[in-house]
């Protein structure tokens, strides 16, 4: 079985299922440098995140990897193979879930299944014995005939999911998996994701969700106009924070001000950050925090209007590395 | 995909070399498509029929009834001379409408906001060969349309009109693969180039003109009539429409009527095959790669 430590330092070459060196994608209208010199290794049985906000360069960055979009720089190996040398053999190797429904509409369900594994060179009987085994799989056995345009949203990307496991990839890449599902749909394919990578299954996923990327990746690539800002496990990542709370503090005056005033005189405070309407502030330790906080800002003549306490997340960690927010 | 599964539950993947899996791919892309004909086949026949139908009915029917002929004012005579030249544009017509039909309009579709057509391009085969299978597609429905048409074209008129055919089969056969492949490359560049937004306009903008400018309704040789100072400029600019060739054609292969010279119907057919298919590929690779 699965015994392959993710993100371990052992890594070899030999487990790098995608190598990315140097990775470019300038798009010739309007001269936009969407992924800037990327370099990237993801190892077998991980599942790799990239997170971060509309923009970043993740799509276009699965679109390299997956043949979609040709690189203007650099270079790309996937399961072995140079995906701008050798594109109709990388296609072998991977299963891809684009953001939008792109299931084919002229057929049913079970068609979608059938035709994508005859398209990979499975006969009638395989085909036929492979949609059904992945119906069931994804629970989709009673809609086998419904068109697909009449199934639910997290059905059909149930079925795309199914389809693009069909044949076996070397890895699974996921753009935005559950962008635009309800929690119910989005929490079964948490578990979908998670029972994959128990197989084995490689994963690249992007997302623009921390919790998604916190609770599904061994490893994180944090992105932000087309450059990794940084790339570690989520524990990790976290703990780069260097701070055990965060305090978001709404007041009202100079804001720019008090975040100066609460970094001097609050005690165990490593930074703080005004963002829009907010002061964020990094405290060491846990105890006794709001209480300080809440001193220091009324002797300096502030009104808090609203004051909550976190530990660090994947938010805590993008912001520290950008100075915004990941959802603005 | 050939796979193996090892004692340990680790399925490793074997992989198949490009030749072995492009040919195979082709196959099931193909596949693919024919079944979703045969989904539609009663709507695609009727869309086969529809505009046949409707020309010969009116035109070696209708107006030979009411006396409104458009023989050339020679009688049933003349009603029987453009019998055969009508027969023979329609057929040509038909191939042409559904070469374009059977491969815009559902890449219009497929290209659309959901890009449908993703799952197809990630399939193991050169992109290239992807629109190459669209437009194989397309030509066998093209060739479908023309069994389909051919006997209605003949069989319907008024009495007294006669349909007068003499059939080289050796041109005929040649003619309507040839035909089939340029159509549905036409469609592939039109499908590749038009925004799904405007397909419509296709319609009235390209296909309306290339029908009553493509000889349909006449012999290209009788617009010679037609000259400014001289030039039978009607004539000229009609040979940048490559339906006339296609309707030239079968009036050679269909009917003992004057026709343009083989000579160069056959090299101007290839020609047109060879142009459109290398914009339909280029335009097919702008649109599924950036």
């Known amino acids: ?328 | 995909m050939a796979t193996t599964t090892s004692s340990t539950g680790r399925t490793t993947i074997r992989m198949r070399s490009q030749g072995v899996a492009s040919r195979i791919a082709f196959g099931a892309l193909l596949l693919r498509d024919l079944t979703v004909l045969k989904k539609n086949l009663g709507i695609f026949i009727a869309r086969t029929l529809i505009q046949p139908f409707l020309l010969v009915f009116v035109f070696l029917f209708v107006f030979p009834k009411i006396g409104q002929g458009i023989g050339g004012g020679s009688g049933l005579a003349g009603e029987s001379a453009f019998a055969a030249v009508l027969v023979s544009g329609v057929v040509g017509l038909s191939i042409m409408f559904q070469g374009i039909q059977a491969v815009a309009l559902p890449l219009a579709n497929e290209f659309g906001y959901t890009k449908e057509i993703e799952d197809r391009v990630l399939a193991p085969l050169p992109v290239s060969l992807v629109a190459i299978g669209k437009v194989l597609a397309g030509a066998i429905q093209g060739l479908i349309a023309a069994a389909i048409v051919f006997p209605i074209a003949y069989a319907i008129h008024a009495r007294g009109v006669e349909v007068h055919l003499s059939v080289h089969w050796v041109l005929l056969i040649t003619l309507i693969p040839l035909t089939s492949i340029m159509t549905s490359s036409l469609g592939l560049v039109l499908g590749t180039r038009i925004s799904p937004r405007n397909i419509g306009l296709m319609f009235g903008f390209i296909v309306l003109p290339l029908t009553f400018l493509g000889g349909t309704y006449y012999p290209w040789e009788t617009l010679s009539a037609i000259k400014v100072g001289g030039f039978p400029w009607l004539q000229a600019l009609v040979c940048i429409n490559p339906l006339i060739y296609v309707t030239e054609g079968f009036r050679a292969a269909l009917t003992p009527a004057a026709h343009m010279p083989l000579y160069v119907i056959y090299p101007v057919l290839v020609g047109f095959c060879v142009l459109f298919l290398w914009l339909g590929v280029r335009g097919f690779y702008r649109r599924v790669l950036s």
């Not at chain 1, 790098?16 to 209208?29: F, G, M, N, P, S």
């Not at chain 1, 650099?74 to 140079?82: C, L, P, R, S, T």
């Not at chain 1, 499975?122 to 086998?144: G, S, W």
């Not at chain 1, 997340?313 to 950008?322: R, W």
Request: proline share 3%; with cysteine.
């Open chain 1, 1 to 328: 079985m699965f015994t392959h430590n993710p993100g371990n330092d052992s890594n070899t070459a030999a487990d790098e299922v995608i190598r990315c060196d140097k990775l470019t994608k300038r798009y010739a209208d309007g001269d936009i440098l969407a992924v800037d010199q990327l370099d990237l290794s993801v190892y077998h049985g991980e599942i790799f995140g990239l997170l971060g906000p509309n923009g970043a360069g993740k799509t276009t960055t699965v679109g390299m990897l997956t043949t979609l979009v040709i690189p203007t720089g650099g270079k790309a190996i996937v399961a072995g193979v140079d995906v701008v040398a050798q594109p109709a053999l990388v296609k072998q190797m991977i299963g891809v879930v684009a953001q939008t429904n792109n299931l084919d509409r002229a057929l049913t369900v079970w068609e979608n299944l059938y035709y994508h594994g005859r398209f990979f060179g499975m006969n009638r009987k395989e085909a036929r014995a492979a949609a059904d085994e992945y119906l069931v799989r994804f629970r989709l056995a009673e809609r086998a005939k419904a068109e697909v345009m009449a199934i639910s949203g997290g059905m059909a990307k149930r079925l795309m999911v199914a389809r693009a496991l069909l044949h076996h990839p070397s890895v699974l890449f996921l753009d935005e998996p559950t962008a635009g599902l309800d929690p119910q749909a989005r929490i079964a394919l948490w578990e979908i994701l998670d029972k994959l990578h128990a197989e084995g299954q490689t994963i690249l996923l992007t997302t623009h969700y921390m919790e998604e990327a916190d609770a599904l990746c061994n490893r994180l690539a944090i992105m932000d106009h087309g450059r990794i800002l940084a790339l570690d496990t989520p524990k990790k990542l976290k703990e780069s924070v260097a701070a055990d709370t965060i305090v978001t503090v709404s007041a009202t005056g100079d804001l720019d001000a008090l975040a100066r005033l609460l970094q001097e005189q609050v005690e165990g405070a490593t930074r703080s950050q005004r963002l829009d309407t907010t002061i964020q502030l990094h405290v060491k330790g846990t105890t006794g925090v709001l209480p300080r906080v809440v001193t220091v800002a009324e002797q300096g003549g502030y009104n808090i209007t609203d004051l909550s306490i976190a530990e660090p997340t994947l938010e805590t960690v993008f912001i520290n590395l950008t100075g915004k927010e990941l959802r603005d």
